[in-house]
T-cell receptor, first 116, second 116 residues
Framework: AQSVTQLDSQVPVFEEAPVELRCNYS??????LFWYVQYPNQGLQLLLK??????LVKGINGFEAEFNKSQTSFHLRKPSVHISDTAEYFC??????????????FGTGTRLTIIP | GAVVSQHPSWVICKSGTSVKIECRSL??????MFWYRQFPKQSLMLMAT?????????EQGVEKDKFLINHASLTLSTLTVTSAHPEDSSFYIC????????????FGPGTRLTVL
């Protein structure tokens, strides 16, 4: 079984400042890692995912995340945020061995609020 | 592309009645659909996985007789909450995985259920 911890429930950041949203996971098997964004009254949209290969993953809207196996982390970063980045961000993990049955385990989410 | 819709977006019902929620993949065929439940300020919890033409696989602790899932076609899955009670009030989200696409799910916008 896997679990995901997002320690920060809310993160306020000034516009054009950098941001890091933290995600740590726990698993006894190899995992795939994901970051999703949820805008108000909308579904979840995939920002980026790590399956294998380079540990630095670049996603949409200028976001990137780095997989750190030793620290079991997959923190999300953006060098300069915009008002439009205000949303809920979810980190998720799935069992890499369950090919074709990719059940996701989600963290509790981080509310990113951009301050003008 | 890869749009998933849910209907209704919100519903209010009386205790004891049944409510059906539809999840449709609008521009792709979904061999697998997932149903999640999200409580306020909590993460998404997977309820069940459904594959087209077969019975849904429910997560531990989810009552299959209470939450009936039907995946009758490659573009439609339904979740019926039978004999709903106030504790069933929640945000229900579906996701769909396209045929031959792995490790990515496309999420619907969710359905807010309130049971009075």
């Amino acid at each position: 079984a896997q679990s995901v911890t997002q320690l920060d429930s809310q993160v306020p950041v000034f516009e054009e400042a950098p941001v890091e949203l933290r995600c740590n996971y726990s698993s006894s098997v190899s995992v795939y890692l994901f970051w999703y964004v949820q805008y108000p009254n909308q579904g979840l949209q995939l920002l980026l995912k790590y399956l294998s290969g380079s540990t630095l993953v670049k996603g949409i809207n200028g976001f990137e995340a780095e997989f750190n196996k030793s620290q079991t982390s997959f923190h999300l970063r953006k060098p300069s945020v915009h008002i439009s980045d205000t949303a809920e961000y979810f980190c998720a993990v799935s069992n890499a061995a369950n090919f074709g049955n990719e059940k996701l385990t989600f963290g509790t989410g981080t509310r990113l609020t951009i301050i003008p | 592309g890869a749009v998933v819709s849910q209907h209704p977006s919100w519903v209010i019902c009386k205790s004891g009645t049944s409510v059906k929620i539809e999840c449709r993949s609008l521009d792709f065929q979904a061999t697998t659909m997932f149903w999640y439940r999200q409580f306020p300020k909590q993460s998404l919890m997977l309820m069940a996985t459904s594959n087209e033409g077969s019975k849904a696989t429910y997560e531990q602790g989810v009552e299959k007789d209470k939450f009936l899932i039907n995946h009758a076609s490659l573009t439609l899955s339904t979740l019926t909450v039978t004999s709903a009670h106030p504790e069933d009030s929640s945000f229900y989200i579906c996701s769909a995985r396209p045929r031959r696409v792995y490790n990515e799910q496309f999420f619907g916008p969710g359905t807010r259920l309130t049971v009075l």
